[in-house]
């Protein structure tokens, strides 16, 4: 997608003044974020500052303290009655998660299921998809993974950066309207690394909306509309890549940058 019809496309996530307590606390405090259809938006900061807590609020890992998010134009977690939000049952949070795919920092493989079986399963039985629709479209990603063939294997028999790649094919068998990355390279040895983020890459180019929280700074550089740079629970400035990585206005955002380097 071209970046001006990303600006003029619609809105899949609108989160508005978002915030988090672990008891006293405070972990986001007041985040904003809106993300356009095909927009990649890379999500930078120091550990600690509240990324992990931002995603998992997306799609409701995490409850909020207060703030509301918007995908794809449904408020998440809560049913709102007037004015009061009422959490949602487990239920209900699971047929909103369908639509949001996630892929972490260690990649939450079934250990005692076959590729083909972790990718197949959760769309037979949470989009209604027979088998052999679930494994034609398995097979489909697992090529569009660089793992054509490797239906059989199982999890313990595959290097780190390939069971990345097998999550992310299972996150997208369930045809999600947005991808979520926790640092999906960081448990990854460096020589694993650009495998799965020539993936993620792919994904991008493909138009799929994405946020993603990476300390890999060339990947943000080439690959996100957008920059978001968070510290202490703030979103301490944003931009295209070029203003938040290469010309920063922040010195917080220069201090992380320098100690990224
Ligand atoms: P990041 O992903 O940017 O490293 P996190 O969102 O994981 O940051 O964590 C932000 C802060 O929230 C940290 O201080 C962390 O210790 C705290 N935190 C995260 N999850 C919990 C939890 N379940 N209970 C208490 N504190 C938490
Ligand atoms: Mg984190």
Do not use: W
Request: with cysteine.
């Amino acid at each position: 997608m071209s970046d001006r019809s990303k600006q003029s496309a619609s809105v899949v996530v609108e989160a508005t003044d978002v915030h988090k307590s672990f008891g006293t606390l405070d972990v986001l405090k007041g985040i904003n974020l809106t993300v356009r259809k095909g927009e990649v938006v890379c999500l930078l900061g120091p550990s600690g500052s509240g990324k992990s807590t931002f995603l998992r609020c997306i799609n409701h890992l995490e409850t909020m303290t207060s703030g509301r998010i918007v995908v794809d134009g449904q408020l998440i977690g809560y049913h709102e009655r007037g004015d009061e939000l009422h959490e949602m049952s487990g239920k209900e949070l699971a047929v909103q998660r369908r639509d949001i795919g996630m892929v972490f920092q260690r990649f939450n493989l079934f250990a005692h299921q076959d590729v083909l079986t972790n990718i197949s399963q959760a769309p037979i039985l949470n989009r209604g998809k027979s088998r052999d629709q679930a494994v034609a479209r398995a097979k489909q990603l697992l090529k569009m993974v660089d793992l054509e063939g490797r239906e059989g294997a199982y999890p313990y028999q595959l290097s780190g950066g390939q069971q990345q790649r097998v999550a992310i094919a299972r996150a997208l068998a369930m045809e999600p309207k947005l991808m979520l990355f926790d640092e999906p390279t960081s448990a990854l040895d460096p020589e694993l690394v650009g495998e799965v983020l020539s993936v993620m890459r792919k994904l991008a180019d493909e138009g799929m909306t994405m946020i993603v929280v990476t300390h890999e700074m060339s990947f943000a550089r080439d690959v996100a509309d957008r920059v978001v740079f968070m510290d202490q629970g703030v979103v301490v400035e944003e931009g295209t890549a070029r203003d938040v990585i290469d010309s920063p206005q922040q010195e917080r955002t220069r201090a992380f940058l320098r100690r990224m380097h």
